[in-house]
């Protein structure tokens, strides 16, 4: 899964990351041919806008102003049938022949400016922000003769207010300003006269029947009425831009994390395409294969699923590792030691290949978490107290093995699994040697990694358990103090160090008490029959040491240098 380490089963050490050409297993799946045949038809173009597909958003502003046209052209037809139907009305009502007169031609200007206004806003490339002020502005002065008309102290008066508030929440300020200027001016130059008796309110909806100090009030509340409408059509304007504003940002963000979610699943896809192996979705055994989630130098892991849906681990040997008979023969031992090894801190074995199999294979349990080898790269110390939890586990699985007379040769850092953050379980028994077997391994030199390898192995004698303590010796050794106990320039040096050279102090590296350091040195000594008779003794003695008890030790002379 993506972001969990799940390294498992290695040859000579963990899954190694893919480099060069992908080593293949025995040989091409039938699945791998029809895909290759197949992959140019599933190519699928992409539902992301390239840089050449792609069109600029428009802005919040300029969608916002975009709407304006749309809602002026609706305000503009209504200004081209009300002045008409106002007109007719007029006919019906009489009233000042002066007035009514004045009123026609301040009707037919706004028509006709309407309609000039409704052309400016029937498109983008026809907009004028200065043609449209100017007719808003005549517009305006046109409406003032029916106010003389109705009378100023009438509802006609709600006209100003209703151009007044549609002007102000459009994008010309100086247009909004110049219709509240002349509405409210209009207003009170034709109002004051009548309040002080100058001039006669002709109106057809007359104000005779009020006092002079009740027209007086309602003179003020009618400029406040108008003043208020600016402002609360500015207000609205703004208010409305800073949501479209808004909405823009939040549809920006969403577009982002649209596109970022669209990589990450074309980079898992990628991932899991690269993870795929020669046999993945085939049928091994009892088992179908899935993504690779190892490579070694014998075989591929894969992640599989087997009977009643139970998840696995399936190494399968690789291509060039069948062509070697030993190598065959050691992976086969590693089956048959792994298979008969039971323990909640060794890999549990589910299945191993018959000898018909198309690919030597073994089904084991799946694991999840990470190797110590992966741990040390990103803390290089491991604490004593968690250390004491995989010695004393570890060493449980090796008691195992013990009993069974299988040493495991090959213990290290990368065959330590900390399983669901709870169980340090041991892996590769591949290079696993049977005590007392007449077996070899004739042509094969060596085996096992240097660093953690005990002098005898490295110096080609004989090996027993007392190598795998002398392995876990190193191991804590390294998680103590940060350092392998021996590095060369190259294998020959490393090799002759680890049988003839003392490994540094590891109070000198790092703060190793007294006692651990010896428990160290009995568990790494260069002479077998001096270290712990098992692992579990071994882990007992550090335990016992950590925990401020410690056991009285034969400490080899020239431990530490």
């Known amino acids: 899964m993506p972001g969990e380490p799940t390294v498992q089963v290695g040859d000579e050490g963990a899954a190694t990351e893919i480099e060069g050409e992908e080593l293949g297993t025995q040989a091409a799946s ?68 002066t007035a009514r007169l004045l009123f026609w031609i301040g009707a037919g200007i706004l028509a006709v400016c309407n309609v000039g206004l409704y052309y400016l806003t029937s498109s983008e490339k026809r907009y004028s922000a200065r043609g449209v002020g100017i007719l808003w502005t005549i517009s305006t002065l046109s409406v003032q003769p029916a106010v003389y008309y109705f009378g100023p102290f009438s509802a006609v008066v709600m006209v100003d207010m209703l151009g007044i508030m549609f002007i102000a929440l459009g994008k010309v300020r100086s247009a909004a300003i110049a219709t509240a200027v002349v509405c409210i001016g209009g207003h009170v130059v034709l109002a004051v006269p ?50 479209y504003a808004e909405l823009q940002s939040a549809m920006r963000i969403i577009g982002d994390r649209e596109q970022a979610l669209a990589e990450v699943v074309d980079a898992a896809e990628r991932q899991k395409r690269v993870n795929e192996g020669r046999w993945t979705n085939q049928q091994i055994g009892n088992y179908r294969l899935g993504l690779v989630l190892g490579r070694g130098a014998m075989g591929e892991v894969y992640e599989a699923m087997g009977p009643n849906n139970q998840t696995a681990a399936v190494k399968l040997l690789t291509v ?56 040390l790269r990103n803390e290089n110390r491991i604490p004593s107290d968690e250390l004491v939890v995989l010695l004393d586990q570890v060493a449980r699985g090796l008691e195992v093995a013990r009993l069974a007379g299988v040493v495991h040769r ?78 060369g320039k190259d294998l020959a ?48 003695a550090f335990i016992a040491a950590r925990r401020g008890k410690p056991m009285s030790l034969s400490v080899p002379d020239n431990a530490w240098t």
């Not at 030993?326 to 039971?342: G, K, N, P, Q």
Request: aromatic letters at 8%; a neutral charge; glycine letters at 8%.
């Open 194 to 243: 009548i309040l002080l008796g100058w001039i006669k309110d002709v109106g057809v909806l007359p104000s005779v029947m009020s006092g002079r100090f009740q027209l007086l009030i309602a003179e003020v509340l009618i400029v406040g009425f108008l003043a208020s409408g600016y402002a609360l059509g500015r207000w609205a304007r703004r208010t409305a831009a800073a949501a």
């Open 320 to 375: 060039n590792a069948t062509t070697s008979s030993s190598i065959v023969e050691r992976f086969h031992r590693e089956m048959e030691i792994a298979a008969r090894l039971v323990s909640p801190h060794i890999v549990r074995v589910f299945e191993v290949s018959p000898p018909d199999a198309p690919v030597p294979y073994i089904a084991m349990e799946r694991l999840h978490g990470t190797d110590l080898a992966t741990r």
């Open 493 to 540: 040096e490393l090799v002759y160090q680890v049988v003839h050279a003392a490994p540094q102090r590891p109070s000198m590296l790092g703060r190793v008490s007294g006692p651990i350091e010896d428990v160290l040195a009995v568990a790494m000594a260069k002479d077998p029959r001096k270290r712990f008779p098992s692992a579990l003794s071994f882990a007992q």
């Open 30 to 97: 039938p699945k791998a041919l029809a895909e290759a045949a197949h992959a140019t038809h599933d190519a699928k173009p992409s539902l992301w806008p390239t840089s050449s597909q792609r069109t600029p958003s428009p802005t919040a502003a300029e969608a916002f102003d975009k709407s304006d046209l749309a809602r002026s052209q609706m305000f503009h037809l209504f200004g081209i049938t009300a002045p008409l139907g106002a007109l007719v009305l007029s006919i019906l009502i009489g009233g000042d022949p």
């Open 410 to 487: 090959d213990l290290k850092p990368h065959n330590l699994f900390h399983h669901d953050g709870a169980t340090w379980k041991i892996l590769d028994f591949g290079v696993s040697k049977v005590m007392d077997s007449e077996g070899t391994l004739t042509g094969e030199g060596i085996v096992g990694t240097p660093q953690y390898m005990a002098p005898e192995q490295a110096s080609g004698g004989h090996v027993t358990h007392l190598a795998d303590v002398y392995a876990l010796g190193a191991i804590a050794y390294r998680c103590l103090t940060g350092r392998s106990p021996f590095k």
